[in-house]
């Protein structure tokens, strides 16, 4: 029985109460000032000095801690089915999981069933309907016609999705090519809803892979061998100029390489507006794991675009602390090593994926924080209130603010964590951070009012989690038209010159969908 399995009260209904934090620093992403937060019915009601409250109301102790709004994970996997098998954390375990290290909401990717998004997106409602925290959902785009393109209507307009993602990479399964990629960004960019890349170069990681195999590589050294930095790097430039092109903004997650780091700190140096989000994985740790002679340890590291090199995770930090990379997700897509076993011949059969939903807090707080990288607000911002913004869900989520949903965690910076298969709370018989201690313990995590985490043990049950919906047209597409305007009126005087193709332009104009 894994550790969650003991912990949850799975089941029992856990009813909201009145709660007073007391005397905590209450950090948000803008200002920190020592306050309590009065939270009732599952939302904060007040920030302020001094609150007096009733003896109905149960009383937290934050002195000497802070009080920070819960985290929110961009990026996850939960109850997802590859060819072969299905990730062992499903949206109870991997959600409890998420708890227990401070996280209070993940965005999933949906992927449609037999093509369809919408059936895609009712597949998905099922599997979250053991949901113990809330949760979003990004759709994937695997395939081009009409239907899909009236299905991304739908799926904005009537069922709360804001975001698209396009893999280009994973040749013979979820790639698509660059025809489709441009046809996706434009209906993205009509729909105000963020285009996100998984940006590899899958013709070049095909050919890298046939290459291992041919030279007898076959080991998992021979997946961080076959798919180099240069080729995410590669990918990188291409997705970010192609949405120059049609001038939308651009998500790229994952980015786990200088190589494509820098790619996009160059594009938002020159105004583009290109959002990285590096992961948990990439930050802390490097790809030395994979040269390990144990297969099993070496097959837990095998994720793609793969852990790089050492290097390539301070730089990541050092990026993320500049502004160049916005937000940390972990891309959490847990399979056990009887899973991964099956690549035991064949690196290119393990099922790609690491953990990091209930790491991804505490990691960040050791690596950025404890090390003066980043201060306790830019924490927030990077592991909360970015990711809120970006998918339109602030000031509900990501702020401590009246209003705002009591997803709050107290995290203790004089005490500390240590991470281990024996004492997490995924289903993974794993993890990739064994072993690993820092500074900063999440002490306690509250969700929807509901205290679920406290004294090491989790208090969660199925189906409390909610759908948390996401209006199109968040703050990163203020002011696009401007630039389309700028566009349309450079394109004037050539018009006017030839004015015999003056009708051919203005038709192009008009059927390029560009919003001009
Ligand atoms: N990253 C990974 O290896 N697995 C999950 C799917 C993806 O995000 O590419
Ligand atoms: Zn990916
Ligand atoms: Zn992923």
């Known amino acids: 029985q894994s550790n969650h399995e003991q912990f949850c009260d799975a089941g029992t209904k856990i009813p909201s109460s009145k ?72 949206f109870f375990s991997g959600q409890a999981a998420a708890l227990a290290g401070g996280t209070t909401m993940h965005i999933d990717f949906v992927i449609p069933l037999n093509g369809s998004l919408t059936a895609g997106f009712e597949d998905y409602q099922k599997k979250a309907k053991k949901s113990c925290m809330d949760y979003g959902f990004h759709m994937v785009i695997t395939k081009w016609d009409e239907t899909v393109s009236r299905e991304m209507e739908l799926i904005v307009k009537e069922k709360g999705i804001n975001s698209f993602k396009f893999f280009m990479a994973y040749k013979e399964a979820l790639m698509i090519n ?14 105000g809803a963020l285009a996100m890349v998984h940006a590899e170069n899958g013709d070049a990681v095909y050919e890298g892979q046939k290459k291992m195999i041919e030279l007898g590589i076959t080991g998992p050294e021979g997946h961080a061998l076959s798919r180099p930095a240069v080729l995410e790097g590669e990918a990188t ?73 050492r290097g390539h995770d301070k730089a990541l930090q ?31 059969k ?22 003066g990288q980043i201060s306790v607000t830019d924490y927030v911002r990077l592991t909360s209130t970015e990711c809120a913004r970006i998918f339109n869900i602030y000031p509900r989520k990501g702020a401590i603010l009246p209003g705002s949903d009591a997803d709050i965690i107290i995290l203790n910076p004089n005490s500390s964590f240590e991470i281990s298969a024996k004492s997490h709370h995924s289903r993974l018989d794993t993890n990739v951070y064994e072993g690993r201690r820092g500074k900063g313990k999440i002490e ?10 406290e ?44 004015k015999n193709n003056s009708s051919k332009i203005s038709d192009f104009l008009f059927k390029s969908n560009f919003n001009i």
């Open 444 to 453: 306690v995590t509250i969700a929807g009012g509901r205290v679920v985490w």
């Open 178 to 191: 660059d025809e489709l990629l441009l046809e996706g960004f434009k209906k993205c960019k009509s729909l």
């Open 350 to 371: 393990i099922p790609n994926g690491v953990n990091g939903i209930e790491e991804r807090m505490h990691l960040v707080w050791d690596t950025m924080v404890e090390s």
């Open 19 to 90: 709660l007073l934090i007391k005397g905590g620093t209450v950090v948000n992403a803008h200002h920190q000032q020592i306050a309590d937060v009065y939270v009732e019915d599952s939302i904060i009601v007040a920030v302020n000095s001094n609150i007096r409250v009733g003896d109905d109301v149960t009383i937290i102790d934050a002195a000497g801690k802070y009080v920070m709004p819960g985290g929110i994970d961009p990026h996850s996997h939960l109850d997802f089915d590859v060819v072969f098998t299905t990730t062992v954390d499903d």
């Open 318 to 348: 050092a990026a993320l602390s500049t502004g160049i990379l916005q937000l940390v997700g972990t891309d959490h897509c847990a399979f056990n090593s009887t899973q991964k076993a099956r690549g035991i011949d064949d690196f290119r």
């Open 237 to 309: 430039a291409r997705a970010i100029r192609l949405a120059d092109f049609v001038n939308t903004p651009l998500y790229v997650v994952h980015v786990m390489s200088i190589e494509a780091m820098e790619e996009i700190a160059k594009a938002r140096k020159s105004g583009q507006r290109v959002i990285g989000e590096p992961i948990a994985s990439g930050l802390a740790l490097d790809e030395s794991w994979l040269w390990h002679p144990d297969f099993e340890t070496a097959a837990k590291y095998v994720m793609s675009p793969p852990i790089r090199k």
């Open 455 to 498: 004294n090491n043990e989790l208090k969660v049950a199925r189906g409390t989690g909610r759908y948390i919906k996401m209006a199109p047209f968040s703050y990163v597409f203020d002011g696009l038209e401007k630039k389309d305007a700028i566009y349309l009126n450079s394109l004037e005087a050539p018009v006017n010159r030839s």
